[in-house]
């Protein structure tokens, strides 16, 4: 099963991967780990779904049928930020977009912490060249999948990142005096070194973004990361 699951997830990739034919007893575990050992089962009530605007939305992780509907909602495109990160029922939704004619890509976004120059520029590309109307998702919706929405709204629909800010807030489940903060720091160095420049996102990661100097002034806050990583125990 471990050798599945790394042919699977495609670590260290973004874009397409090939999907894995699952063996019955792989598929019961599949669902089994997207139901009990995901979470799955408290997002059957909670999916943290919500329209960031008329060509985007952003939800934690759908079950298969979850994606049939979003087809049906008019989705055309799926980004799964979950890359790099050992998850069983991957097939599970590789498959369901398969039948629902979504195309899927898989983002390798960490939720702990800042992202990598290429990382950003590459997810910056993905968001110039897929099909609209997508839903982007991570785990529980919260941290990851609203940092590449507010990418999203300051690099395809030119929004301030003051603006962009507001994907990452307590609204979403956000916590941003938490490790997963992180993502916000990013953006706020943006607003204050490019944006004042009159520098768009993708010019100021090009030219002036520091990773280790975001890092370095990003202080989380204990409770709040004690929070996040062992009681809500997110992916990171």
């Not at 050992?37 to 997002?43: E, M, P, S, T």
């Given at each position: 099963?471990?050798?599945?699951?790394?042919?699977?997830?495609?670590?260290?990739t973004?874009?397409?991967?090939?999907?894995?034919?699952?063996?019955?007893?792989?598929?019961?575990?599949?669902?089994?780990?997207?139901?009990?050992v995901d979470?799955?089962?408290?997002?059957?009530?909670?999916?943290?779904?919500?329209?960031?605007?008329?060509?985007?939305?952003?939800?934690?992780?759908?079950?298969?049928?979850?994606?049939?509907?979003?087809?049906?909602?008019?989705?055309?495109?799926?980004?799964?930020v979950?890359?790099?990160?050992?998850?069983?029922?991957?097939?599970?939704?590789q498959?369901?977009?398969?039948?629902?004619?979504?195309?899927?890509?898989k983002?390798?976004?960490?939720?702990?912490?800042?992202?990598?120059?290429?990382?950003?520029?590459?997810?910056?590309?993905?968001?110039?060249?897929?099909e609209?109307?997508?839903?982007?998702?991570?785990?529980?919706?919260?941290?990851?999948?609203?940092?590449?929405?507010?990418?999203?709204?300051?690099t395809?629909?030119?929004?301030?990142?003051?603006?962009?800010?507001?994907?990452?807030?307590?609204?979403?489940?956000?916590?941003?005096?938490?490790?997963?903060?992180?993502?916000?720091?990013?953006?706020?160095?943006?607003?204050?070194?490019?944006?004042?420049?009159?520098?768009?996102?993708?010019?100021?990661?090009?030219?002036?973004?520091?990773?280790?100097?975001?890092?370095?002034?990003?202080?989380?806050?204990?409770?709040?990361?004690?929070?996040?990583?062992?009681?809500?125990?997110?992916?990171?």
């Amino acid at each position: 099963m471990d050798e599945l699951v790394d042919r699977a997830n495609g670590i260290g990739t973004k874009g397409r991967v090939a999907r894995p034919m699952l063996t019955p007893a792989e598929r019961v575990h599949a669902w089994l780990e997207l139901v009990f050992v995901d979470h799955g089962l408290l997002r059957l009530f909670y999916p943290n779904r919500h329209q960031v605007d008329q060509s985007l939305w952003r939800s934690s992780q759908p079950t298969p049928g979850g994606l049939l509907r979003e087809r049906r909602r008019g989705v055309r495109t799926v980004l799964c930020v979950r890359g790099g990160f050992p998850f069983r029922p991957w097939p599970l939704e590789q498959e369901a977009c398969e039948r629902a004619s979504l195309d899927l890509y898989k983002v390798s976004i960490r939720g702990r912490e800042a992202p990598y120059k290429d990382d950003l520029l590459g997810l910056i590309d993905l968001l110039s060249s897929i099909e609209y109307p997508a839903l982007v998702h991570c785990k529980s919706g919260a941290d990851r999948s609203g940092f590449v929405a507010a990418v999203y709204l300051m690099t395809i629909k030119g929004r301030s990142a003051d603006e962009a800010l507001r994907q990452l807030s307590l609204r979403f489940g956000h916590l941003r005096s938490s490790r997963a903060g992180i993502l916000g720091e990013v953006i706020k160095a943006y607003r204050d070194e490019g944006e004042a420049r009159g520098l768009d996102f993708r010019r100021w990661v090009e030219t002036c973004y520091d990773r280790d100097a975001v890092t370095a002034r990003f202080q989380p806050r204990l409770f709040a990361t004690a929070i996040v990583d062992r009681l809500l125990r997110r992916e990171g």
